[in-house]
């Protein structure tokens, strides 16, 4: 055989192998994009398209002539292929160009696809006449079987196409993209422009052999293959389109298709030789060659091992630095959602999720595809990290990285908690003072205000008694004593606040759950009615007794009720529910008013915060410190129903029977 036949068979070859790499690379990644569904059935047309035109240039080698099926079958498959890429290389650059955010809103992606997908729709009939064909085919040229019009668009298709790799070089963020997509640009325009002056100018060609012509053709059709070998390089060093991060995935299909190229390189040669030697001698000898090559890949494989177990190592040690540092803000929960979001960013993962001892089955619970690494601290598990890859696997490096963090968090989380703690202690004790300020203030009015205001009461009281006080100082008379009273309930609701309940020896405080509530109920529905508001009572269950002093549940029950009575507007409705489930006690205290805004969430429970001009902001304050004071919970919802109404929900323990 003459050598150009070798080149072609190589470069064919090549064609062949190089969009099947490509094609089992994606199918490994198993990305959910568009773009990745794309690049596989542009992959698929040229396997297509080179593979086609390799089986029949080795049928042509090996039968006289041609198998009439084996050509139809070839030629088939060479049409269908070569028809679809144009449509599939301007649809593919579309796709990538709305990753990067290049489509413009006055052009919409559909007009996009019909710019792709239109012309092959309209050239439909010349495929049909070109598939029927029993004989003639034109296989170094199959477009000139599938009219002038067909290779307009095909040269139409490759020159958009660069236009788009123009703008993809204008936004490329980094130099190695920039050069990439200026290369690929400047390969596409080049094929554009070598495929015009075939078809323009093919009979000239002719003139010399149809050797060399197919040996023109061949290497034009292999020239655009160079941007799918210099993604190779781009994904492998730059993890460009995000595939880099599953490196043994590509380490493995390119190994795997060397060895495919070496071995169709071996058979080849063995053919070659057949004049001057066996071609099993050949084979063998060219089979046992990589030997010699054992010893220097070693050394490069350790170089460059080494190099990339160092580079991760790096690159995990400065993963911890933000994780560090969100840790010393002493949040658990929030330093949780950074680690899970950090990694997942930094590791381009899919998914990401921590999973501490103590979380619930919900977000322990194993997931599809889902791979998971201990924490582990002194030889104990004390949480999971749970993640997904973009694609099949993860990487080797990605997992090296993940078990590096993995045993570093155990650091972090301790910092967390400590500092945690630390705040906690210190809001704790601010609390304390603040409190121990509030009694020593209490105790200084106590004692400079309660005796006073008591003689001025009875004094007003008795005046009142006197029949001879004209009835306009009677009124006045009236009117202070009700101011009167008003500030000796605003006096003993600071001294409540101040004082700690007695709760006795362990178990033996109690009180009738329900008697409680009625009792509240029945001193303030006289109030409801005064304000035009409905109160209504609903007890469940058996009359529980629950571990609380009556004088305490009662200052919760009642505090909880002239806060919902106060916030419902005339007509409203106001619901106090008490019920006994799942060994605790819960009281409900329910309105219709118009809820509390967002902003104020947070600062309903501190003592002294109001938003009412007679308010003291004490009456929640008293709720949260009664309720903490006797083991219970405090939880409360706004707004509850249609962006109004507020619930107040309080847990409390039941008291232990004795027998």
């Known amino acids: ?275 001057y030697l066996p071609p099993e001698a050949t084979a063998a000898l060219l089979l046992f060659l990589p030997v010699v090559f054992f010893e220097p890949l070693q050394r490069l494989m350790k170089r460059v091992l080494r190099r990339t177990a160092q580079t991760e190592v790096d690159r995990a040690q400065r993963l911890m630095g933000p994780i560090q540092e969100a840790a010393r803000l002493g949040n658990l929960e929030r330093l949780s959602g950074f680690i899970e979001k950090w990694i997942g960013e930094q590791l381009q993962l899919a998914e990401v999720k921590l999973v501490l001892d103590g979380a619930d089955e919900a977000a322990a619970s194993h997931q599809a595809g889902e791979e998971i690494f201990a924490i582990r601290q002194s030889g104990h598990a004390i949480g999971t990290l749970r993640v997904k890859a973009h694609g099949a696997m993860l990487s080797g490096e990605t997992v090296a990285a993940l078990e590096f963090l993995c045993e570093q968090l155990p650091g972090a989380l301790d910092l967390c908690r400590l500092i945690e703690e630390k705040l906690g202690l210190e809001r704790e004790l601010a609390e304390r003072e603040k409190l121990a300020l509030v009694g020593q203030m209490a105790a200084s009015i106590s004692h400079n205000l309660k005796n006073p205001l008591g003689s001025m009461k009875t004094i007003l009281q008795v005046q009142l008694e006197n029949p001879e006080l004209p009835e306009s100082i009677r009124g006045e008379t009236k009117m202070v004593l009700e101011e009167i009273g008003r500030l000796s309930t605003k006096l003993n609701q600071l001294l409540k606040f101040s004082r700690p309940a007695v709760r006795g020896g362990s178990g033996t405080v109690s009180c009738d759950l329900a008697a409680v509530v009625e009792e509240v109920a029945g001193m303030l529905s006289h109030e409801a009615e005064r304000r035009g508001l409905k109160l209504q009572t609903n007890v469940c269950g058996s009359r529980a007794k629950v571990a609380v002093s009556a004088e305490a549940l009662n200052d919760i029950v009642s505090n909880l009720v002239v806060n919902a009575l106060e916030a419902t507007p005339r007509g409203g409705l106001v619901t106090v529910s008490a019920a006994q489930e799942d060994g605790r006690c819960s009281v409900r205290v329910e309105d219709d008013g118009p809820g509390i805004p967002a902003a104020l969430h947070e600062k309903i429970l501190q003592p002294f915060f109001t938003t009412k001009s007679q308010g003291t902001g004490l009456g929640l304050a008293i709720v949260a410190r009664r309720v903490a004071e006797f083991g219970g919970k405090v939880n409360w919802e706004s707004p509850v129903k249609d962006g109004h109404g507020t619930r107040f929900q309080v847990t409390l323990p039941l008291k232990e029977m004795t027998t």
């Open 1 to 275: 055989m003459h050598y150009t036949v070798y080149l072609r068979l190589v470069l064919l070859t090549a064609g062949t192998l190089l969009p099947f790499f490509w094609m089992v690379v994606i199918l490994g990644h198993r990305r959910q994009r568009n773009f990745e569904r794309i690049f596989f059935f542009l992959c698929l047309a040229l396997v297509f398209f080179f593979g086609a035109s390799l089986l029949a240039l080795n049928a042509q080698l090996y039968y006289t002539t041609i198998p009439p099926s084996l050509a139809v079958f070839t030629w088939t498959v060479l049409c269908l292929g070569l028809w679809f890429v144009p449509s599939l290389l301007v649809h593919l650059h579309v796709e990538y160009g709305q990753i990067r955010g290049l489509l413009r809103a006055g052009v919409p992606k559909g007009i996009w696809l019909g710019v792709a997908y239109l012309p092959a729709l309209l050239l439909l009939p010349r495929l049909y006449s070109a598939l029927r064909l029993r004989a003639g085919f034109d296989l170094v040229l199959p477009s000139n079987s599938l009219g002038r019009a067909f290779q307009i668009w095909l040269v139409s298709g490759l020159l958009v196409s660069a236009a788009w790799q123009w703008r993809f070089v204008t936004a490329a963020p980094d130099k190695e993209q920039k050069s990439f997509h200026d290369s690929v640009r400047f390969e596409l325009a080049w094929v554009a422009v070598w495929i015009l002056a075939l078809h323009f100018g093919f009979s000239r060609l002719r003139s010399f052999s149809d050797q060399n012509a197919a040996i023109v053709t061949t290497m034009v059709a292999c020239f655009a293959l160079a941007p799918l070998a210099a993604l190779i390089r781009n994904v492998q060093q730059f993890n460009f389109l995000q595939i880099g991060r599953q490196q043994n995935l590509v380490y493995a299909v390119s190994t795997t298709f060397l060895a495919l190229l070496y071995l169709s390189f071996v058979r080849r040669i063995s053919q070659w030789m057949e004049p």
